[in-house]
């Protein structure tokens, strides 16, 4: 800038490695990605092929849409514990909305909006009361959870609407439906992070909230908007789950939170806030999927698997540590 | 320098941060039974140097010697075992736990891993007898005045039988009265031999208390003086900034118009007299008293940090409601906050974005699409416009130095181009050089039309700055001077008796 240059930490040597060490600095986990691709595909025995890569791509589809929405939560500095059990209840709603009126629409919206209105109240807690987002949405858990058991009666709900059945099982250009949508809400959420006030006021409060606050932003509008977000996808996700296995279950995806976390974390999502790429929640659902996939071809029995994504983890969290130390960024 | 009879020396001390030269070649010695004063601005190293004394930074190259010995500190720990404590600002107590206890922290006296209780009482009992301490034991040390924990750090100094006791800025948050008493276990200290640093912007007290004195200036050592005797109040304050005063502030007078900002009987938190003031345009007004006079919290209730009790806001004569900072700036007032670190800079984000973040509503199409071109641009301008010293506009603003994140709260709000701008604290922790550029930046602000409140801790530079100086107290307006009447003397009078010359603007006829 007008012969102010400064050299400041964090600035790098001109060197030849230049342009690798740019593409690794902003998306090491995209690197390693395609290596680990190509090595699975040599390696493991039908791994890459048209059927397995469908299966693959399905098995992540409810885990790539909602890390979208976990993506600006976690981009605001915040933790939503509770999308498991939004997923749970709110494909028990769909199932009773679609037994009670007969209405494939109506279900699919009764399920989308309990989603929703789990989120917002976690939202207005978290915004006006100032309860801490961890305890908040891990209570929420709790009671979406119980409200799910509760209105089965503990009971999988089977849908009798076969009409219902295509929102997760239909096929388009030969790819089922789960993976388009899931597409869809990665395109739509990375134009919403990137070229938006909201996604980049996301990221404000999450670098900074005081700042953020100081600066004009609606800190408050903004975490209620998040966490509405999260709860409608965490909703949709929950009905097309529903769909694909033709009824609404009280007991389905426990743990899934974390693996929701995790992959955001894996692609190099900052815990603390403010820093939270598209492509790194991608890419990190992107690994989880494929390690499982592969371990599945594999026939690594479960207990295995276990351990497995609890080091890959570990480790994608370390490299992001050293690239970060060496890069000088701020902690 | 090389003093024999020096029981602390720094030798050609060194330290380099990311970006950042703190100290460079600093070598002076502290004798036994001396106060050794440490003045400069902010940044000049002081804080810097003292880390490196309690072991708390390495330094990059050069060396500690005590009694002649090189020392090499890894912890803090270290530098205490060998007789080394250095007491800071922010005291390093327990807060949720008892007087005694805090006195013999990591030395509570036990047998086979039981507390013996008689024995902690008795000898913290000595020690606060020692330092005439009338403090009940058992009371946790949350409850007690900034003086008296104070105190008990100094305690647990003395109980490592600490020979060297460095002192950063002390008596910041002390009281007149407070003071006297540190000052009296300092001198009594220095008569059992201690070695003893003493860091203050004061530069009064380095004169009350100090035997020999030390001059930093952007990690230099400028010089030390051995005798304070031949040492004059402006010897010192030229050392400090290395110019004289009117070529720092550069001070441009202007026209001003019809009031722009009027405050009437606002009260709230931190306010608790109802405070009225009114800004013209063009105009530069002041805003100086002690810490805890309520000047940041009236900026933060007519910003909507904070809800207002009673009073009113008039912009350009009509009243607005401002329960928001969003509000504040769309009606038209920016606030450059104090605390640029905890309330101004997004350190994971850039350059660009953190000058767009308020703005960039204003640039936005179809509702909430970023305008990207008109960022950069926008980014571009200011960095230009107010040497902003960044390698890029991408780079992430917690790279930068303090000055230029300065820069980038100030672009951050005059993008906004408010009517009103008020600054709280606009040169903290900043070079002097960029003091300087910021200055100039203000007068422009004035020049251009602006309103503009500048509140400030630095008297110089109030005096220095400003059309008209306000003086709080105690969370009430108590004086206004204009330019011409301002002195240090009569500002400071005013800030520290809380009585008032009368000439504030609450009660006048409108």
């Given at each position: 800038m007008n012969g102010n240059t400064l050299?400041v930490?964090g600035q790098?040597?001109?060197?030849?490695?230049?342009v690798?060490?740019r593409l690794?600095e902003n998306s090491?986990?995209?690197?390693?990605?395609?290596?680990?691709?190509?090595?699975?595909?040599?390696?493991?025995?039908?791994?890459?092929?048209?059927?397995?890569?469908?299966?693959?791509?399905?098995?992540?589809?409810?885990?790539?849409?909602?890390?979208?929405?976990?993506l600006f939560?976690?981009a605001?500095?915040?933790?939503?514990?509770?999308?498991?059990?939004?997923?749970?209840?709110?494909?028990?709603?769909?199932?009773?909305?679609?037994?009670?009126?007969?209405?494939?629409?109506?279900?699919?919206?009764?399920?989308?909006?309990?989603?929703?209105?789990?989120?917002?109240?976690?939202?207005?807690?978290?915004?006006?009361?100032?309860?801490?987002?961890?305890?908040?949405?891990?209570?929420?858990?709790?009671?979406?959870?119980?409200?799910?058991?509760?209105?089965?009666?503990?009971?999988?709900?089977?849908?009798?609407?076969?009409?219902?059945?295509?929102?997760?099982?239909?096929?388009?250009?030969?790819?089922?439906?789960?993976?388009?949508?899931?597409?869809?809400?990665f395109a739509v959420f990375a134009v919403l992070i990137n070229y938006t006030t909201y996604g980049r006021n996301t990221l404000a409060i999450g670098g900074n909230?005081?700042a953020a606050?100081?600066a004009g932003i609606n800190?408050?509008?903004i975490?209620?908007?998040?966490?509405?977000?999260?709860?409608?996808?965490?909703?949709?996700?929950?009905?097309?789950?529903?769909?694909?296995?033709?009824?609404?279950?009280?007991?389905?995806?426990?743990?899934?939170?974390?693996?929701?976390?995790?992959?955001?974390?894996?692609?190099?999502?900052?815990?603390?806030?403010g820093v939270a790429p598209i492509h790194g929640?991608?890419?990190?659902?992107?690994?989880?999927?494929?390690?499982?996939?592969?371990?599945?071809?594999?026939?690594?029995?479960?207990?295995?698997?276990?351990?497995?994504?609890?080091?890959?983890?570990?480790?994608?969290?370390?490299?992001?540590?050293?690239?970060?130390?060496?890069?000088?960024?701020?902690? | 320098?090389?003093?024999?009879?020096?029981?602390?020396?720094?030798?050609?001390?060194?330290?380099?941060?990311?970006?950042?030269?703190?100290?460079?070649?600093?070598?002076?010695?502290?004798?036994?039974?001396?106060?050794?004063?440490?003045?400069?601005?902010?940044?000049?190293?002081?804080?810097?140097?003292?880390?490196?004394?309690?072991?708390?930074?390495?330094?990059?190259?050069?060396?500690?010697?005590?009694?002649?010995?090189?020392?090499?500190?890894?912890?803090?720990?270290?530098?205490?075992?060998?007789?080394?404590?250095?007491?800071?600002?922010?005291?390093?107590?327990?807060?949720?736990?008892?007087?005694?206890?805090?006195?013999?922290?990591?030395?509570?006296?036990?047998?086979?891993?039981?507390?013996?209780?008689?024995?902690?009482?008795?000898?913290?009992?000595?020690?606060?007898?020692?330092?005439?301490?009338?403090?009940?034991?058992?009371?946790?040390?949350?409850?007690?005045?900034?003086?008296?924990?104070?105190?008990?750090?100094?305690?647990?100094?003395?109980?490592?039988?600490?020979?060297?006791?460095?002192?950063?800025?002390?008596?910041?948050?002390?009281?007149?009265?407070?003071?006297?008493?540190?000052?009296?276990?300092?001198?009594?200290?220095?008569?059992?031999?201690?070695?003893?640093?003493?860091?203050?912007?004061?530069?009064?007290?380095?004169?009350?208390?100090?035997?020999?004195?030390?001059?930093?200036?952007?990690?230099?050592?400028?010089?030390?003086?051995?005798?304070?005797?031949?040492?004059?109040?402006?010897?010192?304050?030229?050392?400090?900034?290395?110019?004289?005063?009117?070529?720092?502030?550069?001070?441009?007078?202007?026209?001003?118009?019809?009031?722009?900002?009027?405050?009437?009987?606002?009260?709230?938190?931190?306010?608790?007299?109802?405070?009225?003031?009114?800004?013209?345009?063009?105009?530069?007004?002041?805003?100086?008293?002690?810490?805890?006079?309520?000047?940041?919290?009236?900026?933060?209730?007519?910003?909507?940090?904070?809800?207002?009790?009673?009073?009113?806001?008039?912009?350009?004569?009509?009243?607005?409601?401002?329960?928001?900072?969003a509000?504040?700036l769309n009606?038209g007032?920016a606030?450059?906050?104090?605390?640029?670190?905890?309330?101004g800079i997004i350190p994971v984000r850039d350059v660009k974005e953190n000058i767009n973040i308020s703005v960039r509503k204003q640039f936005v199409r179809a509702g909430f699409f970023l305008n990207k071109a008109r960022e950069r641009e926008n980014a571009a301008d200011f960095i230009e416009k107010l040497q902003i010293k960044t390698p890029s506009m991408e780079q992430l603003a917690g790279n930068l130095?303090?000055?230029n994140q300065?820069k980038i709260i100030l672009a951050r709000n005059l993008s906004i181009r408010t009517?009103?701008?008020?600054?709280?604290?606009?040169?903290?922790?900043?070079?002097?050089?960029?003091?300087?550029?910021?200055?100039?930046?203000?007068?422009?602000?004035?020049?251009r039309?602006?309103?503009?409140?500048?509140?400030?801790?630095?008297?110089?530079?109030?005096?220095?700055?400003?059309?008209?100086?306000?003086?709080?107290?105690?969370?009430?307006?108590?004086?206004?001077?204009?330019?011409?009447?301002?002195?240090?003397?009569?500002?400071?009078?005013?800030?520290?008796?809380?009585?008032?010359?009368?000439?504030?603007?609450?009660?006048?006829?409108?």
């Amino acid at each position: 800038m007008n012969g102010n240059t400064l050299k400041v930490a964090g600035q790098q040597s001109i060197s030849v490695g230049r342009v690798f060490s740019r593409l690794w600095e902003n998306s090491g986990m995209i690197v390693v990605y395609i290596v680990l691709f190509i090595l699975l595909s040599i390696f493991v025995p039908f791994f890459f092929t048209w059927r397995n890569m469908i299966a693959l791509a399905l098995s992540i589809s409810m885990l790539g849409m909602v890390a979208c929405t976990m993506l600006f939560c976690l981009a605001s500095g915040h933790f939503d514990l509770s999308v498991s059990s939004i997923v749970a209840f709110s494909g028990v709603v769909a199932g009773v909305a679609i037994n009670g009126t007969g209405s494939v629409i109506l279900g699919i919206f009764a399920g989308i909006l309990a989603g929703g209105i789990f989120g917002l109240l976690n939202g207005v807690i978290i915004a006006k009361a100032h309860i801490n987002a961890l305890i908040t949405t891990l209570a929420m858990m709790h009671i979406a959870r119980g409200f799910a058991y509760i209105v089965s009666g503990g009971q999988a709900m089977s849908i009798g609407n076969t009409g219902f059945f295509g929102l997760g099982n239909d096929i388009f250009l030969g790819v089922p439906s789960p993976i388009w949508i899931t597409i869809a809400c990665f395109a739509v959420f990375a134009v919403l992070i990137n070229y938006t006030t909201y996604g980049r006021n996301t990221l404000a409060i999450g670098g900074n909230i005081e700042a953020a606050r100081l600066a004009g932003i609606n800190v408050d509008r903004i975490k209620i908007i998040i966490f509405s977000m999260q709860g409608l996808m965490a909703g949709f996700a929950g009905v097309i789950l529903a769909s694909r296995m033709t009824s609404g279950q009280p007991n389905a995806a426990q743990g899934f939170e974390l693996n929701v976390i995790s992959s955001c974390v894996l692609g190099g999502v900052s815990l603390t806030g403010g820093v939270a790429p598209i492509h790194g929640a991608i890419v990190g659902v992107l690994i989880m999927g494929t390690v499982q996939d592969a371990m599945s071809l594999l026939n690594i029995p479960t207990f295995y698997q276990y351990v497995v994504r609890g080091v890959i983890l570990l480790i994608a969290v370390m490299i992001d540590q050293i690239k970060q130390h060496r890069s000088g960024k701020p902690t | 320098m090389m003093d024999m009879t020096s029981f602390l020396e720094f030798r050609n001390i060194s330290k380099h941060f990311p970006g950042v030269q703190a100290l460079d070649g600093v070598s002076f010695g502290v004798r036994e039974g001396s106060v050794h004063g440490l003045v400069g601005e902010n940044g000049a190293g002081k804080s810097t140097l003292l880390k490196i004394l309690s072991g708390a930074h390495p330094p990059t190259s050069g060396s500690v010697l005590l009694s002649g010995q090189e020392v090499g500190f890894s912890s803090p720990r270290d530098a205490l075992d060998a007789g080394i404590a250095v007491i800071y600002q922010e005291l390093n107590l327990v807060p949720d736990m008892s007087v005694a206890e805090n006195l013999l922290l990591g030395h509570l006296p036990q047998r086979r891993g039981f507390i013996r209780r008689e024995k902690l009482f008795q000898t913290a009992r000595g020690m606060l007898d020692y330092l005439t301490e009338n403090i009940d034991l058992n009371v946790k040390v949350k409850r007690l005045p900034i003086a008296q924990r104070q105190m008990i750090e100094i305690g647990k100094a003395l109980l490592h039988n600490a020979k060297v006791i460095a002192f950063d800025e002390p008596t910041s948050s002390l009281s007149g009265m407070e003071t006297k008493q540190l000052f009296r276990i300092i001198e009594a200290l220095r008569a059992e031999g201690c070695a003893i640093i003493y860091v203050s912007h004061r530069i009064n007290e380095i004169f009350e208390i100090c035997d020999a004195l030390t001059v930093f200036r952007d990690g230099r050592l400028i010089e030390t003086f051995e005798r304070m005797s031949s040492v004059t109040h402006d010897m010192v304050v030229s050392r400090m900034v290395g110019r004289s005063i009117e070529d720092i502030y550069g001070y441009r007078s202007r026209e001003t118009g019809e009031t722009v900002l009027d405050v009437q009987a606002v009260s709230g938190p931190g306010v608790s007299e109802p405070a009225s003031f009114s800004v013209r345009k063009g105009e530069i007004v002041g805003f100086f008293g002690l810490v805890g006079a309520g000047r940041s919290e009236l900026m933060r209730i007519i910003y909507g940090v904070e809800k207002a009790i009673a009073g009113k806001v008039l912009l350009n004569g009509k009243q607005v409601l401002i329960d928001s900072p969003a509000k504040a700036l769309n009606v038209g007032i920016a606030l450059c906050p104090e605390d640029r670190k905890l309330e101004g800079i997004i350190p994971v984000r850039d350059v660009k974005e953190n000058i767009n973040i308020s703005v960039r509503k204003q640039f936005v199409r179809a509702g909430f699409f970023l305008n990207k071109a008109r960022e950069r641009e926008n980014a571009a301008d200011f960095i230009e416009k107010l040497q902003i010293k960044t390698p890029s506009m991408e780079q992430l603003a917690g790279n930068l130095s303090g000055g230029n994140q300065q820069k980038i709260i100030l672009a951050r709000n005059l993008s906004i181009r408010t009517a009103v701008i008020i600054l709280d604290e606009p040169t903290r922790g900043i070079d002097v050089g960029t003091k300087s550029e910021i200055y100039r930046l203000i007068y422009s602000l004035g020049e251009r039309g602006m309103a503009v409140v500048v509140v400030s801790s630095e008297l110089p530079e109030i005096i220095g700055i400003c059309d008209r100086i306000i003086v709080m107290s105690k969370g009430a307006i108590v004086a206004e001077v204009p330019r011409a009447q301002a002195t240090e003397e009569t500002i400071l009078h005013y800030a520290l008796s809380g009585h008032g010359n009368g000439q504030t603007t609450t009660g006048e006829a409108k």
